[in-house]
């Protein structure tokens, strides 16, 4: 783990007292109790069967504020460290509903990452198909550069490297790529934006991206095609596969049961498409507030509960569901565990030494005042965390350790 320098400490205070949420930079410093389960990620996936060409995918469960989001970004990390592209999707009921496959790839191409240094990721390193696009292309540039080529010997090689790319599954992700690059090799941005419009699934215009092999759109009867055909470019140009992060940031709102059925089926099809040798090198997780949207009487809920109902364990990582309340044995030994690093946090983002023992009591009153509201609608982990930095602040001002009413949210 990198130094905690004090701007970043700054950082992961304000985002974690503000709202409860991790940062995406930062969360590395106040985890806990997770080391069991991605020990057994590492081992059993991502070091081996996913980068060896499998899939897999996997529900998690967690209440709001239970902990889903800092799973998901501790599970990037560990994929970046074995060269897979990550992509977390936060699911939105407006901008990426699951009963439209169609948007939920946009959302997975628009949240495309490749592995990141700390640096990088504090630069505000720009998502997406684009970017990721404008940086493979960079690479390759730069990897002929440095061998001295230049003029038509480095415009051989880079033609040679799109050439490369065959074996797709869809022919018009595989033009689509292949223009996208050569636009770049020939400073068109005018064609690179088009192209990469119809990547990013933002439109279809015969005329326009017709020009460039691409003939059919991207829509809810292509959407997993195309998922498969970007993991499948991804492996070829050198990365281990796709690690795709979906966060039921929202509940499902009130759906008609046309689109809930839509929704159940597509989850099944996605399940399904893991266990098929044609979407080699991708993992999914797919992380929800509760298990309520299996709760249904017909045949779709049905054979959807059965693919999610094994649960994955140190000893059975082959299950699907990942519930993130069984991860903690000791909830209040848990949160002090979390109460103490972040309090590293703290004193290195204000530059103030704690005395140990006002701490001490400052950590057991925010754990026991947020752990007593543990049925509420938001998970006492967020509640926590909240409530800790709320005390810290009271004790570094008032020099005294606060009150239970001082802490009350």
Wanted: include cysteine.
């Amino acid at each position: 783990m990198n130094e905690l320098r004090p701007d970043i400490a700054r950082r992961i205070i304000e985002t974690v007292g503000a709202n409860g949420i991790p940062p995406e930079y930062g969360f590395q410093f106040f985890t806990a109790g997770l080391q069991p389960y991605l020990s057994v990620m590492d081992e059993e996936y991502l070091s081996s069967f996913i980068k060896q060409g499998g899939s897999a995918f996997k529900i998690v469960v967690g209440v709001y504020g239970g902990g889903k989001t800092h799973f998901l970004y501790s599970v990037r990390d560990l994929a970046w460290r074995y060269n897979f592209v990550v992509s977390y999707v936060s699911l939105s009921p407006e901008e990426s509903p699951f009963h439209r496959l169609d948007r939920v790839y946009k959302a997975i191409v628009g949240g495309m990452m490749p592995p990141l240094t700390t640096d990088e990721m504090l630069s505000g390193y720009e998502q997406g198909i684009v970017s990721f696009l404008r940086a493979w292309y960079s690479q390759q540039f730069q990897e002929f550069t440095n061998k001295g080529l230049s003029g038509e010997e480095l415009y051989e090689e880079l033609e040679n490297t799109v050439e490369t790319i065959e074996g797709i599954e869809s022919l018009s992700f595989t033009k689509a790529i292949k223009a996208a690059f050569r636009a770049l090799m020939e400073y068109q941005e005018d064609d690179f934006i088009n192209i990469c419009q119809w990547l990013s699934a933002e439109g279809f215009n015969r005329s326009t991206h017709g020009a460039h092999g691409i003939f059919q759109p991207i829509d809810r009867t292509t959407a997993l095609t195309m998922m498969r055909s970007l993991v499948q470019w991804i492996r070829q140009i050198g990365y281990s596969g796709l690690v795709i992060l979906l966060d039921e940031a929202e509940r499902i709102p009130s759906l008609s049961s046309r689109q809930r059925e839509q929704h159940l089926s597509n989850l099944r099809e996605m399940i399904d498409a893991c266990g098929h040798t044609n979407f080699q090198g991708v993992m999914i997780f797919y992380a929800v507030p509760d298990e309520n949207f299996l709760e249904g009487r017909t045949q779709v809920y049905e054979a959807l509960r059965q693919r999610v109902a094994t649960v994955f364990e140190t000893l059975n990582p082959s299950g699907v569901k990942i519930d993130l309340k069984e991860v903690v044995a000791s909830p209040l030994p848990f949160l002090c565990e979390i109460g103490n690093k972040l309090a590293v946090v703290y004193q290195t983002a204000y530059n103030h030494e704690f005395e140990a023992s006002a701490l001490e009591e400052t950590i057991e009153m925010a754990a026991e005042t947020a752990y007593e509201q543990r049925f509420g609608d938001i998970g006492y982990k967020r509640l926590f965390v909240q409530t800790l930095i709320r005390g810290l602040h009271f004790l570094r001002l008032r020099g005294t350790p606060p009150e239970v009413g001082d802490l009350q949210m």
